[in-house]
Structures are given as C-alpha cells and as structure tokens.
Antibody, heavy 120, light 107 residues
C-alpha cells in the first residue's frame, strides 16, 4: 500500500527557507501515471495547492507562490522535496504530500501532514 | 484561476438525515470535479472523482452529480462517522483549486 511521509522542521524563522521532504514507500515514484505534489492548509482554514512534479522533473506550480517555491524529485531515494523561500507568518500551515493522477485529477493518497510554524 | 464556491459553509444535521452540499465553479469544468472528506487532525480522503464516480471503498450513501459549473455531493443517510468537513476540487486547469469547505456538524 502506497504511503507518503512528510518530514522537516516544525519551526522556521521569518524570512528564512522552509524545506520539507516526502518519502514515498509501497510503490514506485517513477510510475508514469502520476505526479507528486504538495498541498497546504493554514490552521482552521481551507486547502491550497502548491505544486506537482513527476519522476522526470516536469513541474506545475501555483503561480501565486511560484517565485518562492521549488519542488524536486529524487528517484534514487524515492523522495520529493519542497523548498519555500522568504517565509512569513502567512506560510504557517499543515503541509501535505500527495500523489496526483493527471488522468482523473484526484489527490490520493495523502501523507499525514506536517505542521510548519513561521515565527520570528 | 477557477474559483470554487461551496455552500453552505456549515450544516447541522442528525444521524439518518439526507445532506446535500453544493459546489459551483466560476467557469465550465465539465466533470473535472472531486470531493474529499476531512476529519479533524487528519488528511483529506478522496470520496468522488469525475463528479460522480465513487472511489473504491467509499460507502454507497455518498453520491456526486453535476457537470459544467454546478455540482452536488449527497449523503443519503448520515452516519456518525460522516460528521466532518467536505471539500470540492477542480481538476480542469492549473492552478488546481479547492472550495472553501462545508462542515457537517451534529444537530
């Protein structure tokens, strides 16, 4: 059964860089049918798509964040990474790693999420 | 960007009630519409894809309908485990966007 596990620091200082890793297990990260992505959810609020990447590095980014984000993939370690630069308190959120099907558009499964707090 | 608007933002209902949630897209998305259920402290769970297709393992009391700009999620008879927040998502074009959520609460 495919599992996604996010990891990274729970606290990031204002103006610094947020870096998260998603480890994929129970399935191949190189499956050509899927992309891997990130979604975030500020406390008590709704869901915001951040971006997707496939095994060969093709990316789709949310343009509202594009100048600050980089998503990368390492097929040798089955990991997907997210970096978000110049963070502010508005970037405080629960960050989910997800698998995305380009054929039907769903996100499934989701990681359990990791809470990142931005504070000075 | 395609804006997704859900209504109501919250609904109070009892076990056994029929509940309908509406999602409206700001432009035609055909049937590129997904529904998710999220419980507190948990990741969202996929319920329905392509507007009306039930994800494997999801109880048949959940159903989806609609096309174009107007969609509905119906729970035919609420079970205790169905009290949660529900989100719609469009997959017609990037950026992929979600509705604001509908919280189904116990009356």
């Amino acid at each position: 059964q495919l599992q996604l596990q996010e990891s990274g620091p729970g606290l990031v200082k204002t103006s610094e860089t947020l870096s998260l890793t998603c480890s994929v297990s129970g399935g191949s990260i190189s499956n050509t049918d899927y992309y891997w992505g990130w979604i975030r959810q500020p406390p008590g609020k709704g869901l915001e798509w951040i971006g997707n990447i496939n095994y060969s590095g093709d990316t789709y980014y949310n343009l509202s964040l594009k100048s600050r984000i980089t998503i990368s993939v390492d097929t040798s370690t089955s990991q997907v990474s997210l970096t978000l630069n110049s963070v502010t308190a508005a970037d405080t959120a629960l960050y989910f790693c997800v698998r995305w099907s380009s054929s039907v558009g769903w996100f499934d499964p989701w990681g359990q999420g990791t809470l990142v707090t931005v504070s000075s | 960007d395609i804006q997704m608007t859900q209504s109501p933002s919250s609904v109070s209902a009892s076990v056994g009630d029929r509940v309908t949630i509406t999602c409206r897209a700001s432009q035609d998305i055909s049937t590129w519409l997904l529904w998710y259920q999220q419980k507190p402290g948990k990741a969202p769970k996929l319920l329905i894809f392509l507007a009306s297709s039930l994800q494997s393992g999801v109880p048949s009391r959940f159903s989806g309908s609609g096309s174009g700009t107007d969609f509905t999620l119906t729970i035919s008879s609420l079970h205790p485990e169905d009290f949660a927040t529900y989100y719609c998502q469009q997959a017609k074009s990037f950026p992929l966007t979600f509705g604001g959520g509908t919280k189904v609460e116990i009356k």
